[in-house]
Structures are given as C-alpha cells and as structure tokens.
C-alpha cells in the first residue's frame, strides 16, 4: 500500500445479494478506479456479525441489525459478497457512491438511496457496507480475510502452522467517536 492510500471493506449485504444486485454494486466500485485485492462469497454467522458491528452494540436497533446482516430478513440469504479495495481517498470515494447510512436521506444517484429502503420495523436495508474510515477498514479486512485471500500484502502477517495469520488481529483501536472531519 502506497502512502496516502486506504483500504477499505466493501460487503454487498443480504437484502442486495437477494435483490440480485452484487454484479451492479461491483460495477459502480469498479467504476471508481480503486484496486480490488480481495474478493469472497461469506457465510455471516452471528459470531461473525457481532464482531464486525461490535461497536454498535449499544445502540437500540443492535440486535435487529445483527438479524439483517445475517439475513434473517431477506429469505434467510446469511451469504454476503466482501470485497476490499485499495487506493486513494478509499473511504471517500466508496462512501460517495454508496451513500448516506439511511436509504431515505441518501442522494438518488447513490446505491443506497436509489436501491434501500427502510424496513417497518424501521432497519435500514441499505445494500452495502462500506467501512467508516481507514482504521476501520483495516480491522474489517482483517477480520473478513485472512492473510493469504488478499492479492497484496496489505498488513504484516506471520506463519502459524502452516497458514498465515494477521500480526495485530483486531487491527489498531477502533474508533468509536464522531467521524474525522475530511470524512464527513
Ligand atoms: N443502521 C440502522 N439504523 C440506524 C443506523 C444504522 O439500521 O439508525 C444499520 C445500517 O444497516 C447501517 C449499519 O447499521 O449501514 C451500520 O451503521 P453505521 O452507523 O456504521 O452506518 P454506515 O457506516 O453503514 O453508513
Ligand atoms: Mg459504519
């Protein structure tokens, strides 16, 4: 990774792989520009889920979002496609074309705002993720790939047995404040 560029995690959720839109929503990130280093179909177990939203397990819609990303709400659909891309300005760039957190404030142009919805139950099906921030996105790849699943050597791994393992698993500490101004 060259200076000044980020990596970021990229998940089409359950309510865009039932929808059918993981080849559109691979199409808009292409259309970026940003390097695609990794790529797999994954199971979301709730052990999985908790871990990667671990930092909102305060907030009152938790447990249904938890429910959501393993699909429990889009015909039990707990196979989501994670990417990770590479490249200058990655959260921005990503953040731009996926669109605000909730799909009814999200511009139209955006895959959010032109393809989520919000539940009844008042879930934001938003189609994708995309990580926060570059220390998000690093705990996020981390936590979604192992070392040998990524065509770039993105983060030291070392050998344990006879695979490799990430150095620091969980990645730096997470961030759980307000979102660095440039990001926003
Ligand atoms: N979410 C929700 N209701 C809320 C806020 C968030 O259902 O009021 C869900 C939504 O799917 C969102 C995810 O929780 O994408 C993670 O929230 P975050 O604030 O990290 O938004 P993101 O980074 O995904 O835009
Ligand atoms: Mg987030």
Not at 6 to 20: A, Q, R, T, Y
Not at 107 to 130: A, C, M, P, Q, W
């Amino acid at each position: 990774m060259k200076n000044m560029e980020e990596s970021i995690l990229v998940i089409v959720k359950p309510d865009g792989m039932v929808k059918g839109l993981a080849g559109y929503v691979l199409t808009r990130f292409e259309a970026t520009g940003l390097r695609m280093v990794a790529a797999r179909m994954a199971k979301v177990t709730r052990e999985l889920a908790e871990a990667h939203y671990h930092h909102l397990r305060e907030k009152p819609f938790y447990e249904e979002l938890i429910r959501f990303i393993m699909g429990e709400f889009d015909n039990n659909q707990d196979n989501v496609l994670a990417f990770a891309f590479v490249g200058e300005s990655a959260v921005k760039k990503a953040r731009a074309i996926a669109g605000a957190t909730n799909p009814e404030e999200a511009d139209y142009r955006t895959i959010r705002g032109s393809l989520g919805r919000v539940t009844t139950k008042g879930i934001f099906e938003n189609v994708v993720h995309v990580s926060s921030d570059p220390i998000e996105g690093e705990r996020e790849i981390k936590l979604w790939f192992w070392p040998e699943e990524l065509t770039v050597e993105l983060f030291p791994s070392k050998l344990a047995g006879n695979r490799k393992v990430w150095v620091e698993p969980g990645g730096p500490k997470t961030r759980t404040g307000p979102w660095p101004e440039e990001y926003k």
